[in-house]
């Protein structure tokens, strides 16, 4: 089964698939994680994909199609795969149903996470994350046990520096809005997305949605 998990930066998007991918056993791979682990072992992928990132913008599909291929080839994802964070473009979601459907496979289900934008940006500074395991913290919303210290690992949680300035922040919203936005459209049209709220107003967070659809995939 192939999932994509769309919703702009600090819905939850990590988050949810984590939980999918705990209960149904199909792998999550964000594409945002891959980069990170690359330039934190400064492989030539990361050196490259690092000049786009710092400053908020994407990495260019040269880089980021051949890669995501790659995984999609992998024993990784042999009982499917939940893809964070790709597509990220209408050309990349077109290029994602041309390489699959090569493969004799589709996309089964696109999960769309929304949330109100002023809980978006509070929740993008408030956002940490385990630098060794992944695991991510909201140190108001989802803060872990031990002030600081990531609960899976024991590793000191940090912010990433994208999150930190409200500029990176900004910056990477307005991509949201004006390149990612069309790919819902598209999906929604091939009756294959899923919409779901994910905010504090209505109290309805990402566990929640996550248990949900974990309930009707099974
Ligand atoms: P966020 O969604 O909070 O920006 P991610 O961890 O998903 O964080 O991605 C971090 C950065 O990695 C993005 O800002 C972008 O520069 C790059 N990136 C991730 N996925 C893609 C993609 N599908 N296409 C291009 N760039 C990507
Ligand atoms: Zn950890």
Redesign the pocket.
Known sequence: MIILMMGA?GTGKGTVAGIISKNTGIEQL????V?RKNIKEKTPLGLEAEK??SS????PDEI?IPMVTNYLDSDLAKNGIILD????TLS?AQKLDEILEQRGKKVDLVINLTTPREEIIERIMTRRVCPNCKATYNIKLHPPKVEGICDECGSKIIQRK?DSTEEAVNQ?LEIYETKTAPVIEYYKNKGILRTEEVSVRINRLGQQVAEDIVKDLK
């Open positions: 930066q964000s594409t945002g994680d980069f786009y990132i908020g913008n994407l990495v980021t964070g790709f597509p990220r990349q994208d990477r």
